[in-house]
């Protein structure tokens, strides 16, 4: 008969096949006692925690635990001696050998009883990648969270069915700025179509747009009009597909009501358009016959001798320059939308040369180059110029030069300019010249407005007047 072996032997080789099991594979096996001393560790904990296993056997584990997760550590441990036939799952931070600290996962058992384990037994893994993309989920989601119940925009939320030609969009989520603006809430299209909640045709519109998304597979933007609360409001709208396993599952929309953005553009290019044949009517309508006039009364002059002829030939002229700045002023107002490197020297000569100055006298403090429409600006320094002579006298000293590091400025030495009147100085048909048509710094001021820069006047260093340009960026 063939020998069993004593019970000795038994235990023995019980336990050598138990080693053998916890040694070779990759969970972390640990064993304590009922006072949380390590009695065994495997040798996976040099490769997860990097000690030695002899640097741990007899210390206290709680030691090793974060202090912020001790407290779940001990109610598990208490929870298995408490009750052997139950195990126990909890994750906790241990600190590495380097001291940072890694996430462990471990499951406890109740082994008291057995001969061979003698305390507590650990099965633990290394679960810290795990953990930090819960705790950056979490962050992300309350980011969300905040972002969707704060953000003044608009957002809408839409689940994706299906793929291509045969997807079908059914609304998720709307943000509380969302259900502010609309007055439609979460819980009335949720699960519902474009169509269901806008009707067939506004809602085909809008299927089409989520299909040209999805198809393009990549932000798309657009504007909308769809009717709410018996209005018809506009809605501008950037959606953005959201890809998960591969596959868009979602679109996220945001959108904001331009409603009155849109109705006042409109409004403008209707002033614009009115503007534009009020343009011409000057041009053409008042522009010829007035050039009519002034070569017939230079034919009277010519022929006769009156004491009505000069008041007359003056008022003509005055006609004249009235019709040529308020043309100027009804073309001058578009914003620029293309420029080119002007040098500043060059402009204020070219301008000077234009304009009847008699003694008076320019200096160009600086040299500067900047971008601009030539065109247009060519009127902006001949008005000046031409204010600075009016209002200073034949010798009047006049000034350009760079304003702090972004600018230009033009001033003079004449009598200045109020304080109480400089900003009615830039309203239409204002002029304290004789003669003046009142619209010379009304242009200066469009035109200045139209290369998105900013206008001011103050007195200049020596008491006249100063006009700064802040260019900005």
């Known amino acids: 008969m063939e020998d069993s072996g004593t019970p000795e032997r038994d235990d023995k080789r019980g336990a050598d096949w138990y080693r053998t099991l916890v040694e070779g594979v990759n969970d972390l096996v640990t064993v304590i006692d009922a006072d949380g001393t390590i009695t065994y560790v495997s040798p996976a904990v040099t490769r997860v925690l990097g000690y030695d296993p002899e640097e741990l056997i007899g210390q206290e584990g709680y030691e090793f635990v974060h202090p912020d997760d001790r407290h779940r550590n001990a109610e598990a441990v208490e929870a298995v001696l408490s009750n052997p036939s139950e195990s126990e799952t909890v994750a906790v ?33 290394d679960v810290t990648e795990r953990k930090e993309y819960e705790v950056e989920t979490r962050r992300l989601a309350e980011e969300y969270e905040a972002l969707l119940n704060n953000v ?14 045969d997807a079908r969009f059914e609304f998720e989520r709307l943000s509380p700025s969302y259900e502010r603006q609309t007055g439609i809430t ?4 949720r699960g519902r179509t474009p169509r269901d909640v806008f009707g067939d045709e506004e809602g085909a519109e809008l299927d089409a747009n989520y299909h ?33 396993g591969g596959e868009i599952t979602r679109l996220v929309g945001i959108t904001r009501n331009v409603t009155e953005r849109v109705e006042q553009e409109r409004r403008l290019r209707q002033q614009n358009e009115r503007l534009d044949e009020f343009a011409s009517v000057i041009s053409h309508d008042l522009r010829n016959p007035l050039n009519v006039a002034q070569g017939r009364a230079a034919l009277l002059a010519e022929q006769t001798e009156s004491e009505h002829l000069e008041p007359l030939v003056r008022a003509l002229d005055r006609m004249g320059a009235i019709v040529e ?66 209002h200073g006298g034949s010798d009047v000293t006049v000034r350009v030069g760079c304003h702090d590091e972004r600018g230009i400025y033009v001033e003079d030495d004449g009598p200045g300019i109020p304080a109480d009147e400089r900003e009615a100085v830039f309203e239409p048909g204002h002029s304290s010249a004789r003669g003046g048509t009142g619209f010379g710094l009304t242009i200066v001021k469009r035109i200045v407005e139209a290369h998105g820069w900013e206008l001011s006047l103050t007195e200049g260093t020596d008491g006249g007047a100063r006009f700064e340009f802040e260019m900005g960026e």
């Not at 979460?186 to 299209?189: G, L, N, W």
């Not at 043309?327 to 620029?336: E, K």
Request: negative net charge.
């Open 93 to 125: 931070r241990f600190r590495h050998a380097d001291g940072s600290w890694y996430w462990l996962e471990a499951t406890m058992r109740n082994r008291l009883d057995d001969d061979i384990v003698d305390g507590i037994l650990l099965s633990s893994r």
């Open 152 to 165: 003044e925009d608009a957002i809408f939320l839409i689940d994706v069915e299906g793929v291509d030609d």
């Open 186 to 189: 979460t819980e009335e299209v």
């Open 212 to 244: 040209r998304c999805l198809n393009a597979g990549e932000p798309i933007s657009y504007q909308e009009e769809l009717w709410v609360r018996e209005d018809a409001w506009i809605w501008e709208t950037k959606l953005a597909p959201v890809v998960s």
């Open 325 to 390: 700045d308020t043309l100027t002023l009804a073309r001058q107002g578009d914003m620029i939308s293309e420029t080119e490197s002007i040098s500043l020297t060059d402009l204020v000569g070219n301008c000077w040369a234009t304009v009847d100055t008699g003694e008076a006298t320019i200096e160009v403090v600086d040299e500067m180059s900047f971008q601009g429409d030539p065109d247009r600006l060519r009127h902006v320094f001949e008005n000046l110029f031409r204010n600075a002579v009016e």
